[in-house]
Nanobody
Framework: VQLVESGGGLVQPGDSLRLSCAVTGFSGRTFSSSTMGWFRQAPGKEREFVAVINWGDHVTYYTDSVRGRFTISRDNARNTGYLQMSALRPEDTAVYYC??????????????????WGQGTRVTVSS
């Protein structure tokens, strides 16, 4: 299983950016049965949870600092997850990672709950 993030880059405060996470190695049925999450790691800090979208019911959950600005979504037909980021702030600067876990019992927000990880894509918000 491979997760590949894309869409990172250098943007100015207030700009928008959409990250993608393409998943290969899963059958379509397995992907649709997998919960996907996004995490980020800012320079000098621990990796932190950002957002999650559940399999099945597509329930979403966000960390407080991005709620209302970021939107997580998924396209099961394309085996791809997305993180739409708006109103970006300098404090959003980080390497963003997508992660996946198959049919978790609860909505996962901790790193150890995920089985598969991408390599990350860097987002820099600076004027």
């Amino acid at each position: 299983v491979q997760l590949v993030e894309s869409g990172g880059g250098l943007v100015q405060p207030g700009d928008s950016l959409r990250l993608s996470c393409a998943v290969t190695g899963f059958s379509g049925r397995t992907f649709s049965s997998s919960t996907m999450g996004w995490f980020r790691q800012a320079p000098g800090k621990e990796r932190e949870f950002v957002a999650v979208i559940n399999w099945g019911d597509h329930v979403t959950y966000y960390t407080d600092s991005v709620r209302g600005r970021f939107t997580i979504s998924r396209d099961n037909a394309r085996n791809t997850g997305y993180l739409q980021m708006s109103a970006l702030r300098p404090e959003d600067t980080a390497v963003y990672y997508c992660a996946a876990v198959t049919m978790p019992r609860v909505l996962p927000t901790q790193e150890h709950e995920y089985h598969y990880w991408g390599q990350g894509t860097r987002v820099t918000v600076s004027s």
